[in-house]
């Protein structure tokens, strides 16, 4: 008898985490919008690093465009990206723009497409055009689609972390894809302050790819994509 009753007094707790009909959780509530953010000129150590804590600690998925040259002694942290779920693209090898580059420029894609597939795996990280350059030519010879942006934070201008987080916050509408980058301090806490100010405001963060697919659009190589509707005008 004794020995049953201290049974139930230990199993107690273990049925108050079992879900009963009349007191199951409630689910989460469905996001009202979803927006990516996109980390230029990525990894940058630290920095980073501190980042992808923030990320984690919010349950919030980014993008991070890799600069191929940066990728020696940092393949740890790349690997750790990829491991947590964000989405990583080529940026070219030394940040070259893309229109005016011709073999060149293909080349820095190639380099660090191979860099990043030698690194992590897999094949056809999309690709954002250094400073958002790309010719009507960058796109016929593209072999994935190409990110653009539809918010710049203008953050490596005004390194300005209440700034920065503010323009995020004020602006941000449901399926923006916000340029960002991870080489400063400034911008890692305006990310995480946005982040932390949208949740709250039902946002979900998600990588650019996943942001196609809540948004229900195919995303198709060649195409300098804004955001998932709204194509960038190239010439
Ligand atoms: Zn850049």
């Avoid at 030519?137 to 209440?162: G, I, M, N, Q």
Wanted: hydrophobic residues 40%; negative net charge.
């Amino acid at each position: 008898m004794k020995r049953q009753r201290l049974l139930c007094l230990l199993l107690l707790p273990l049925l108050a985490l079992l879900p009963s009909r009349e007191t199951a959780p409630a689910l989460a509530p469905t996001p009202t919008g979803y927006l990516a953010l996109t980390f230029d000129d990525s990894p940058n150590g630290a920095a980073t690093e501190r980042l992808l804590d923030g990320l984690a600690a919010r349950g919030a998925h980014a993008t991070f465009f890799v600069i191929g040259e940066q990728i020696e002694g940092q393949e740890a942290l790349l690997r750790r990206m990829a491991d947590e779920g964000h989405q990583i693209g080529n940026h070219t090898f030394t940040h070259r723009r893309l229109d005016n580059s011709g073999a060149v420029g293909r080349h820095e894609l190639e380099r660090t497409e191979e860099l990043l597939a030698a690194t992590l795996g897999g094949a056809g990280y999309w690709v954002r055009p250094p400073w958002g350059f790309a010719s009507a030519e960058t796109l016929r010879e593209a072999a994935t689609p190409l990110v653009h942006w539809s918010l710049d934070t203008e953050d490596w201008k005004t390194r300005d972390a209440d700034k920065v987080a503010r323009l995020i916050i004020d602006h941000a509408q449901d399926g923006d894809v916000v340029l960002l980058h991870d080489c400063y301090e400034s911008s890692v806490d305006a990310a995480l302050a946005a982040i932390d100010a949208l949740s709250a405001r039902g946002f979900a963060f998600v990588t650019v790819e996943e942001l196609f697919e809540r948004m229900g659009v195919a995303p198709e190589t060649g195409c300098f994509y804004c955001r998932p509707d709204r194509l960038r005008e190239v010439r």
